[in-house]
């Protein structure tokens, strides 16, 4: 167990953006989270978990209390049947180098995920999801340390509540579950999905039938990296908005002002809009930039600081865009990075 305590946080984050925590844990095992645990109980602190740290924004004043750093190690697999798989990952991993090593014994789910930043254990948080496909469709069960009674507890599937970037992990209860694995089911033989417009576009010569878990994770691995700005070269939380979610009746009267505005079929019969198309032919934003923070130019749905900006600025200019989509388009947009404060 590795106890530090005024320990800088931006550089645990891809915005790179934060001041410093009053304490901080590097857990690399259940006893050190039950320590760290116990700590915290014992000197009231308020915490957080910190994985790889794609999915949040520090305020520039740090946190005032314990950050939990989960490094758990380790992916194990276990067959089922002729095809079918259980993949257990512990929450320290990379998520990238999960989805590698799944492609890469021929399993069939993760394909699509590839390329995302972040670790295993945060995955859940936000049922992580790109290009038609979200963890939810494959992820069984979720391991859990209860901070309430310091004990390890498994959540089902469906005790996990997944929705659109949402899960039981965001609500107040969830504050008190840290994510130590997740257990995967996968398969050796499957279906490829292809559905998604940039993949369409890539294969549209090819019988889906032909293409392999391989295939489809190098091609998003290629789309990524030339639409997506890249975490090691410049600081971004990933998509900042959601992609917002709308009434069929709310849609109709978008597409009645704006009849190229796309669309996706959502639960309950609503309807997901594009916001990065949103932002970029609807409100004029695709370049936008005020200081030292803009919107990426091959991706508007990403806030990016090119050097020297505070989480004040990304906030205010976050701000800024949202008021100008809910002017030009009645919508409220909402945030998927996580402000931590």
Known sequence: MKLEKNVPLAPYTTMRIGGNADVFFHVETLADLAFASKYIREKKLAFFVLGGGSNVLIRDEGFHGAVIHPRLKGIKVKQLGSFRFKVEAAAGERWDDLVAYTVGQGFY???????????????????????????????????????????IKVLSNEECKFGYRDSIFKKPKGKYYIITKITLELASKGNIYIGYRDLMLRFKDVYSSKLTPKDIREAVIDIRQKKLPDPTKIGTAGSFFKNPIVTKLQFQKLKMRFPALPSFAAAGGKVKLPLAWILDKICGLGDYREGNVGLYLHQPLNVVQYGDATAIDVLRFAERVAQIIEEKTSIKPQREVRMVE
């Not at 789910?109 to 979200?134: F, R, W």
Request: no cysteine; aromatic share 4%; proline share 5%.
């Open 109 to 151: 789910g993760l394909e699509n995920l590839s390329l995302i930043p972040g670790s295993v254990g945060a995955a859940p948080v936000q049922n992580i999801g790109a290009y038609g496909v979200e963890l939810k469709e494959t992820l069984e069960s979720v391991e859990i340390f209860d901070m309430n009674d310091g004990k």
